[in-house]
């Protein structure tokens, strides 16, 4: 008899057979059966060269990278096994290693979904909404590109719900945990009827069979031809833009013939597509606010020293005495780790990352330090953001961009202080503070 439950978690998944949640004689039946198809987990493609070694490939994540892969004596099957380095994280895939697909009887969403939004587009976002939703509707790869706070997950609303009452399994992906943190409790309030599951590091187990998939782009290593529907959410974040597995690991998830759509506030050129549509105001109509450039000479030598430079620390103090949130941008972990004081900090690896920008927003904490982490994907009413180095090269002039995009974003706070503490300005922040300007003059036309 086929296991439900078994089919509702491998349906569009491909799945490391170590790591299953099922009982392996509860697998195995299902083999017997024809219902999973097991592949290798590293699979070599011989050489035809005699000046080149075999080259191997990871079933999962697709890496070719000679690189990322590395040989050692397995104990499991007692030979030498060559296992993948590049998704090493989400549980090691070798030669000996088997993954595992559903290959019949797909499983199917089974509730009627329930489109619950009441909010009101504004004429440019109705323009783009529909220009998408024609795209979506027509299978054809469309950009929605957006200025930061124009409304862009709102936009979205319409497509998706179209799709799901078409009975397509959609997915939203995100290069970053904090936009699906972001993004999963407004979909629930949107689609209460609709099973909706978010998948990141550290994910809770979630049941059923979700229609709706909320994911990381890594996540999406672990799918294959799962979603009719695909969209990529800050399609230019790091580290989505600069690896082609990850780009690769989209295209495996959706559907043969599927289109992949997508939305950012700052495209790069390899996302261009025919089919385009610009926002270039935000929803509450007020414009961008603009960085300003304040010099802080020799900052790195004194918050080494256990100082924060005075400036810095003026501005700090100011947004406590006038309880505004704030945020403070550092260019490394090593300097947001020095840098004195108690105030609670978040980067990339933080255990509590979620937590602590909840608390920001409920305004339990003054502020935050953070890295880049959270340049993108994160609302936090009237927020001020100071960035400290803003000349240095881990803030690129989309980062700052996207940076200078979490100020003003709510229509009760439409300004906000956006500082760039910097030791001599950059080319970076220079065109970013100029794309800024030229939004705000389309938006006035």
């Known amino acids: 008899m086929m296991n439900e439950q078994l089919q509702q978690f491998l349906t569009g998944r491909i799945w490391l057979c ?14 017997l059966s024809g219902h999973i198809h097991l592949k290798p987990g590293i699979e070599t493609i011989q050489s035809h060269s005699i000046f080149q070694s ?22 499991r099957c007692n030979k030498t096994c060559t296992y993948c380095r590049h998704c090493i994280r989400m549980g090691r895939v070798s030669s000996c290693s088997e993954l595992m697909t559903w290959i019949k009887d797909p499983a199917n969403g089974t509730t009627k979904d329930v489109f619950n939004w009441n909010g ?22 469309h950009l929605l590109h957006a200025v930061c706070g124009a409304g862009k997950t709102e936009l979205l609303f319409p497509s998706i719900y179209t799709s799901l009452q078409a009975g397509k399994r959609v997915c939203v992906a995100a ?5 699906i943190l972001e993004l999963f409790p407004r979909f629930q309030k949107v689609f209460p009827k609709t099973i909706i599951h978010a998948l990141y590091g550290g994910a809770p187990d979630q049941e059923g069979f979700a229609t709706l ?51 950012t506030a700052t ?37 080494k020293k256990g100082k924060v430079p005075k400036k810095l620390q003026q501005w700090i103090d100011d947004n406590i005495q006038n309880n505004i949130p704030f945020l403070v941008f550092l260019p490394t972990i090593e300097m947001l780790e020095q840098f004195p004081g108690d105030l609670p900090r978040v980067h990339a690896e933080h255990p509590e990352r979620k937590e602590r920008v909840m608390q920001l927003r409920e305004k339990k904490v003054p502020g935050l330090l953070t890295t880049t982490i959270l340049e993108r994907g994160i609302t936090i009413e009237n927020v001020h953001v100071a960035v400290v180095g803003a000349e240095q ?53």
Request: aromatic share 12%.
């Open 393 to 445: 090269a881990i803030f690129t002039a989309s980062a700052l961009i996207q940076i200078s995009g979490r100020v003003g974003r709510s229509s009760s706070y439409p300004n906000g202080d956006i500082v760039f503490f910097h030791h001599g300005i950059s080319h970076a922040m220079d065109e970013a503070k100029e794309e800024i300007e030229r939004w705000n003059e389309l938006s006035s036309v």
């Open 175 to 179: 290069p970053r945990t904090d936009v």
């Open 267 to 303: 495209p790069t050129d390899s996302l261009q597509t025919t089919n385009q549509s610009i926002l270039s105001k935000r929803y509450h109509g007020y414009p961008l606010p603009g960085p300003r450039f304040d010099s802080l000479f020799g900052y790195t030598r004194q918050l």
């Open 54 to 75: 075999n080259k191997y490939i990871c079933n999962r994540c697709h890496n070719t990278n000679p690189s990322l892969f590395y040989s050692f004596p397995c104990s």
């Open 18 to 31: 170590a790591h299953t949640p099922f009982p392996r004689e509860v697998i195995d039946d299902h083999i």
């Open 120 to 141: 009101q587009l504004t004429p440019l976002q109705q323009k783009a909404s529909e220009e998408l939703l024609r795209s979506v509707q027509n299978n054809q790869s």
């Open 213 to 263: 998939v909320l994911a990381t782009t890594h996540q999406l290593y672990r799918f294959e031809h799962a979603f009719d529907v695909v969209f990529v959410d800050e399609a230019d974040a790091f580290p989505y833009y600069a690896d082609e597995t990850l780009q690769q690991a989209v295209i495996k998830a959706a559907k043969p013939e599927a289109a992949i759509h997508y939305v």
